[in-house]
């Protein structure tokens, strides 16, 4: 049994958005855990629901049934205001497409939720550097994202999300949009996160990342189910 700490949990959620007369069922009724510790992938092709369930899990959008935990606060109760909160304080987001802000440099990137939490300056400046530290990227915090390469603006990206300490690291199609050397570098960095205690979710069509994870599932029309990892690193 998996003795490891519950952080996010999906009960009988789903999402569906309705257009006229209508219904498009995004996410079908699915029970689904995250647990500090492990990377998980989710995986399935384009328009499968998964990014759906990241959206869930991210609280980015409220489920249209079922139930919704995350950190123990129950989503479906919560205001917009708290939901965004919560985002903040224990949500770290990593995307395909990095979204860095080109005018600043790698260690202001990083900044950036930090300023949002309203941190003073000084432990601003001590979490930087650790985040940075911790992805490799210290002495690149002054370049502005045009002068790195696809792999290391995501390393960046990783720190910001890691900068605000969050228990849970959602990440969608990290590896898209990298060569072969730089996937490994990512995904051995998230590995390492989660052998951290975090709780990592990597949304992926990419079957090559089942040897980084621990347990995976497979989203496949709207319905969530849990698939055997295959190719397993010793």
Not at 23 to 32: E, K, P, R
Not at 134 to 144: A, S, Y
Request: hydrophobic content about 40%.
């Amino acid at each position: 049994m998996n003795q490891k700490k519950l952080i996010a949990e999906l009960k009988g959620a789903g999402k569906e958005y309705k257009t006229g007369d209508q219904t498009i069922v995004a996410l079908q009724a699915s029970d689904f855990q995250l647990h500090e510790g492990e990377l998980t992938l989710i995986i399935g092709p384009s328009g499968s629901g998964k990014t759906t369930l990241l959206s869930l899990l991210g609280c980015v959008i409220y489920p249209s049934y079922g139930d919704l935990w995350v950190d123990g606060q129950h989503i479906n109760s919560l205001n917009a205001t708290k939901l965004a909160r919560l985002r903040l304080e224990t949500i770290g987001f990593v995307f395909q497409s990095f979204n860095l802000l080109a005018p600043l440099t790698a260690e202001e990137n990083v900044e950036l939720p930090l300023k949002l939490l309203g941190l003073d300056s000084s432990e601003r400046k001590k979490r930087v550097q650790k985040a940075l530290e911790t992805v490799g990227m210290i002495e690149r915090r002054k370049n502005l994202p045009k002068a790195l390469s696809g792999g290391q603006q995501q390393r960046i990206a990783i720190a910001r999300a890691l900068v605000t300490n969050p228990k849970m690291i959602l990440c969608d199609e990290p590896t898209a949009s990298l060569d072969k050397d730089s996937l490994g570098v990512v995904m051995k960095e998230l590995q390492t996160l989660a052998r951290q205690g975090k709780s990592v979710a990597v949304v992926t069509h990419d079957p090559r990342l089942q040897q980084y994870a621990d347990r995976a599932v497979e989203v496949k029309n709207g319905q969530v189910i849990p698939i055997e990892l295959t190719n397993v690193k010793g």
